[in-house]
C-alpha cells in the first residue's frame, strides 16, 4: 500500500470536506503561487497565466504547506492551508518537496526560493 492510500481517507472527514476545505476556499478563493507571479488566477488559468484548455483542471486545489503525512491535526489545522491552481499543485509544489527548493521565477526570470541553488 502506498503511503498516498494510508492516508486518503482524511480528505473523505466531514470536517474536510465540509468544512474546512469549503471555508478555506472562501477566503482564499485564488492561487496563492499565481497571485505571487502576478497571475489573478480562480482555477480557470494555467499557471502560466493562459486559459486552462483542458475544463477538467479547471479548478482549485487546498494544499497542505507542510505534508500531513497521515497527521490529522496537522491535516485539519487551517493555518497550514493555500490554495493552488492543479499546475501549481501538481508540478510546481511536488519539485519543491522533491527538490527542497522551489523553481518558482520572478518577472526577471531569477528564482525567487532563496533556497534555490541561484541564490546561495
Request: with cysteine; aromatic share 6%.
Amino acid at each position: 500500500m502506498s503511503a498516498r492510500s494510508e492516508y486518503h481517507h482524511l480528505y473523505n472527514l466531514s470536517a474536510w470536506r465540509r468544512q474546512l476545505r469549503p471555508q478555506h476556499l472562501e477566503r482564499e478563493p485564488l492561487c496563492r503561487a499565481c497571485l505571487r507571479r502576478g497571475i489573478v488566477n480562480d482555477g480557470t488559468l494555467t499557471s502560466a497565466g493562459d486559459e486552462q484548455a483542458n475544463p477538467r483542471r479547471r479548478f482549485l486545489v487546498v494544499d497542505h504547506l507542510v505534508p500531513h503525512r497521515g497527521d490529522k491535526a496537522l491535516f485539519l489545522d487551517p493555518d497550514n492551508l493555500q490554495t493552488l491552481c492543479p499546475d501549481d499543485h501538481d508540478q510546481n509544489k511536488q519539485r519543491l518537496e522533491t527538490r527542497g527548493y522551489s523553481e518558482e521565477r520572478g518577472e526577471d526570470g531569477w528564482p525567487l526560493d532563496p533556497m534555490h541553488p541561484a541564490n546561495e
